[in-house]
């Protein structure tokens, strides 16, 4: 019998696009020549639009192309087969934008057995060596190697299906996208230096991945796979050919071009889906996340979406301001310039430490008026907490140190800090378990009070006044009542810098009452150990002095 030649050519020029399904208008040309070695193949070409399997973003949509390796599924009296041939291996060509990117193509032909006469056929595309016809598996690992070049998506899920219609001698058709895609393009609208993105996970409350069943309208839902975790949730790992790598983070606005990521995940709508991003600094090694909940969110069956994330992330250079030594009257480094990145355990007094003589006015508050006399602070740290109020914030505040706060200081990455409820709450609290020594939050200052029928103590003229406890560690539940200090470390001896992510120190507004203690005052120290405790401590240390909420 004689048998025709079918080939499908395929045109890349189209845009997918966030908000609806690509609009593409098939190849009207007739009679493509023949192409060499395709005796006995039946000819089809293609329309333009049929999906891509690698991809790039383009500020307003996926554009797709052909890769190597790339493969369509042809219906035929209800069998299913696969292309025998292509050319897209002839016609590849490097990413103009991304020299290192995977080659591809705007067209390819593709190349049949058999003869065929009907008026359509079912074209459906599986993904890359996916075998099978029938199923599609969106993968819960993905990898993207380089910003912007969604390669990995023919490998993770990517899917589609069409209608070929007979042109002449030819067939043509376009093909519909049938997985969700979701491109990512993170940025911090406060300066950030060193910091990459590792990996985006998204996590969902119904299976996002998997394995469901595929036909001629594309992937069917109703095979959804029951909801677990381990297909709940997709990473997607960025630029892991190298140890501690990963794709950048812009500043001040989105830069897909610097960062852009595309997810491949099933379609559906979703009650929620959190989307959990991993940064580093391989400067400190700092490790840690930043989540996003999206709620009540539809993913269309060949759409993208641009996720433009701003990462938050909270830089607390300023309060690098406010290090003092205990109640001086200006900051430690005031009207002294120093690097704009300053380098965790490092010295850096010769730069011009505080001294008593130098007449900055940075050396500590000397007042001491002897043992048990109560001595406040009346220059930088007089709206500070005192003793008491400390006592109310570590015993009664349910103090929490907190690894997984990401935040900025002096150019690097850390994380660590200690929340602690607001004084307002801590009053309500003891007011509610019957505490009617507590008029008002004023009376805070004056005595603290260990039960709802202790007569309190000052604790400003004790000559010890210090404790240390344990405290759990993670995130509050209601963080609107609680406030967060960040483990700015210290200068511990003059001019080193220590401690940053792993101890915080902050002033109070008093000065030790013990006995040949005229050196010291009290301050709120806490660490990863995890504790937080009051301790007098040297006034020449630089501290931070912060008022509490």
């Given at each position: 019998?004689?048998?025709?030649?079918?080939?499908?050519?395929?045109?890349?020029?189209?845009?997918?696009?966030?908000?609806?399904?690509?609009?593409?208008?098939?190849?009207?040309?007739?009679?493509?020549?023949?192409?060499?070695?395709?005796?006995?193949?039946?000819?089809?070409?293609?329309?333009?639009?049929?999906?891509?399997?690698?991809?790039?973003?383009?500020?307003?949509?996926?554009?797709?192309?052909?890769?190597?390796?790339?493969?369509?599924?042809?219906?035929?009296?209800?069998?299913?087969?696969?292309?025998?041939?292509?050319?897209?291996?002839?016609?590849?060509?490097?990413?103009?934008?991304?020299?290192?990117?995977?080659?591809?193509?705007?067209?390819?032909?593709?190349?049949?057995?058999?003869?065929?006469?009907?008026?359509?056929?079912?074209?459906?595309?599986?993904?890359?060596?996916?075998?099978?016809?029938?199923?599609?598996?969106?993968?819960?690992?993905?990898?993207?190697?380089?910003?912007?070049?969604?390669?990995?998506?023919?490998?993770?899920?990517?899917?589609?299906?069409?209608?070929?219609?007979?042109?002449?001698?030819?067939?043509?058709?376009?093909?519909?996208?049938?997985?969700?895609?979701?491109?990512?393009?993170?940025?911090?609208?406060?300066?950030?230096?060193?910091?990459?993105?590792?990996?985006?996970?998204?996590?969902?409350?119904?299976?996002?991945?998997?394995?469901?069943?595929?036909?001629?309208?594309?992937?069917?839902?109703?095979?959804?796979?029951?909801?677990?975790?381990?297909?709940?949730?997709?990473?997607?790992?960025?630029?892991?050919?190298?140890?501690?790598?990963?794709?950048?983070?812009?500043?001040?606005?989105?830069?897909?071009?610097?960062?852009?990521?595309?997810?491949?995940?099933?379609?559906?709508?979703?009650?929620?889906?959190?989307?959990?991003?991993?940064?580093?600094?391989?400067?400190?090694?700092?490790?840690?996340?930043?989540?996003?909940?999206?709620?009540?969110?539809?993913?269309?069956?060949?759409?993208?979406?641009?996720?433009?994330?701003?990462?938050?992330?909270?830089?607390?250079?300023?309060?690098?301001?406010?290090?003092?030594?205990?109640?001086?009257?200006?900051?430690?480094?005031?009207?002294?310039?120093?690097?704009?990145?300053?380098?965790?355990?490092?010295?850096?007094?010769?730069?011009?430490?505080?001294?008593?003589?130098?007449?900055?006015?940075?050396?500590?508050?000397?007042?001491?008026?002897?043992?048990?006399?109560?001595?406040?602070?009346?220059?930088?740290?007089?709206?500070?907490?005192?003793?008491?109020?400390?006592?109310?914030?570590?015993?009664?505040?349910?103090?929490?140190?907190?690894?997984?706060?990401?935040?900025?200081?002096?150019?690097?990455?850390?994380?660590?800090?200690?929340?602690?409820?607001?004084?307002?709450?801590?009053?309500?609290?003891?007011?509610?378990?019957?505490?009617?020594?507590?008029a008002s939050q004023a009376d805070m200052k004056e005595k603290y009070y260990m039960s709802s029928t202790d007569a309190g103590k000052d604790l400003r003229t004790m000559p010890g006044g210090y404790a240390t406890y344990t405290c759990p560690t993670g995130t509050p539940t209601n963080t609107s009542n609680y406030f967060f200090l960040p483990a700015l470390g210290q200068f511990y001896s003059p001019g080193f810098f220590s401690m940053v992510g792993y101890t915080g120190c902050y002033w109070s507004s008093n000065g030790s009452a013990g006995a040949y203690a005229a050196a010291l005052a009290y301050h709120l120290i806490f660490s990863a150990s995890p504790n937080v405790g009051i301790q007098p401590t040297e006034r020449t240390r630089g501290n931070i002095a912060h008022r509490f909420e």
């Open positions: 019998m004689k048998t025709n030649a079918l080939s499908l050519l395929a045109l890349a020029g189209a845009s997918f696009l966030m908000t609806a399904c690509a609009s593409e208008e098939a190849n009207t040309k007739q009679g493509p020549a023949q192409k060499p070695g395709t005796d006995g193949l039946t000819a089809f070409v293609v329309g333009s639009g049929i999906t891509r399997t690698t991809a790039d973003y383009d500020g307003s949509g996926l554009n797709f192309y052909w890769t190597e390796g790339d493969h369509l599924w042809l219906k035929n009296n209800g069998t299913l087969v696969q292309d025998t041939k292509s050319d897209i291996d002839e016609l590849l060509t490097p990413n103009p934008t991304i020299p290192t990117a995977v080659k591809r193509t705007a067209t390819a032909k593709f190349y049949y057995e058999g003869d065929y006469y009907a008026p359509t056929y079912h074209v459906r595309y599986t993904g890359k060596e996916n075998p099978v016809s029938d199923k599609v598996t969106i993968k819960a690992q993905q990898t993207q190697t380089l910003p912007n070049d969604a390669a990995h998506i023919s490998e993770d899920g990517d899917c589609g299906t069409a209608t070929a219609t007979k042109s002449g001698i030819e067939y043509t058709f376009t093909l519909d996208h049938k997985a969700a895609y979701l491109t990512f393009m993170p940025y911090n609208a406060n300066n950030i230096l060193g910091v990459i993105i590792t990996q985006i996970k998204v996590t969902a409350d119904q299976a996002i991945a998997g394995e469901f069943n595929f036909n001629d309208n594309g992937i069917d839902l109703t095979s959804r796979p029951t909801a677990s975790a381990a297909n709940q949730s997709i990473t997607l790992a960025l630029n892991t050919t190298a140890v501690n790598t990963g794709f950048p983070i812009p500043n001040g606005a989105a830069d897909y071009t610097k960062n852009g990521a595309t997810m491949v995940l099933a379609p559906g709508t979703y009650s929620t889906l959190t989307v959990e991003y991993t940064l580093r600094e391989n400067n400190t090694g700092a490790i840690g996340t930043i989540t996003k909940t999206y709620n009540n969110l539809t993913l269309t069956a060949g759409k993208n979406r641009s996720v433009k994330t701003d990462l938050q992330i909270m830089d607390y250079s300023p309060w690098f301001n406010n290090i003092y030594m205990w109640d001086a009257v200006n900051s430690y480094w005031n009207n002294i310039t120093l690097p704009d990145e300053l380098e965790n355990n490092l010295n850096y007094s010769s730069y011009g430490i505080p001294t008593a003589s130098d007449g900055t006015n940075r050396w500590h508050n000397t007042t001491y008026y002897g043992y048990q006399q109560v001595v406040n602070a009346s220059n930088s740290c007089k709206d500070l907490p005192n003793i008491n109020e400390l006592f109310y914030y570590v015993r009664n505040g349910d103090p929490h140190w907190d690894r997984n706060i990401l935040w900025t200081y002096k150019g690097h990455l850390y994380t660590g800090g200690l929340w602690l409820k607001k004084q307002a709450i801590i009053f309500s609290d003891l007011q509610a378990a019957g505490y009617s020594q507590l």
